[in-house]
């Protein structure tokens, strides 16, 4: 079975400009999370979807970050200006369902702001 | 007060040692956990569900105390290769949000 997939895995931009994020997720998942990883810290939920509608975005910050889920199937997630603040690695992770079942993750892209 | 805290460590242990973590939440109408790993540089991976009768896979036991809100790990027999940042994860049943802490950083040394 195919793994969530993201890309690019590295990025490196300057401040103010702008990046996306791609996200692929397992087959049949209806979930899929978007997160924030900063260096030494644990991942920090950003947008959660179930199938293409929004669950949560309580922590997107919004201003800059925008997420969408198309067909309910794969995902971008963008950052417009990116600030110094926003390098950390960016996972992306799927469920089958919401409740109870096991979240797969994929290998994250890093990205850094100089 | 953040909704998962855990002890960030790290926790140095030798080969064969056991080795135990608590990870505390804040909101009691949390209603799945996890433990998840986490290697350097690479995504976190389901370690464990715990259920609220404990449960025990092998070398690692996870335990749930629903009346002080917290969660433990236990890692017998500690090996090279468990070395590891060890996550504890928590689900709100009414938002359905996993709830990351901060890890536990675990290090095992010969």
């Known amino acids: 079975e195919a793994g969530v997939a993201q890309s690019p895995r590295y990025k490196i931009i300057e401040k103010r400009q702008s990046v996306a994020f791609w996200c692929n997720p397992i087959?049949?998942?209806?979930?899929l999370y978007w997160y924030q990883q900063i260096l030494g810290q644990g991942p920090k939920l950003l947008i959660q979807f179930q199938n293409n509608g929004v669950v949560d975005d309580s922590q997107l910050p919004k201003d800059r970050f925008s997420a969408e889920r198309l067909k309910g199937v794969d995902s971008t997630l963008k950052i417009q200006p990116a600030k110094l603040e926003d390098s950390a690695v960016y996972l992306c992770?799927?469920?089958?369902?919401?409740?109870?079942?096991?979240?797969?993750f994929g290998q994250g892209t890093r990205l850094t702001v100089v | 007060r953040k909704e998962v805290e855990q002890d960030p460590g790290p926790f140095n242990v030798p080969e064969g040692a056991t080795v135990a973590f608590n990870c505390t939440y804040s909101?009691?109408?949390?209603?799945?956990f996890f433990w998840y790993r986490q290697d350097c540089r690479k995504e976190p991976k389901l370690l464990m569900s715990v259920y609220s009768s404990g449960n025990e896979d092998g070398r690692f036991t996870a335990q749930l105390n629903r009346a002080s809100q917290y969660i433990s790990l236990l890692i017998r027999d500690s090996k090279l290769s468990d070395s590891a940042t060890y996550l504890c994860v928590v689900n709100r049943y009414n938002t359905d949000k996993l709830i990351f802490g901060t890890g536990t950083r675990l290090q095992v040394f010969p």
């Open positions: 087959s049949g998942h209806a979930t």
């Open positions: 992770a799927s469920s089958f369902d919401r409740v109870n079942t096991e979240a797969f």
């Open positions: 909101n009691s109408a949390s209603q799945s």
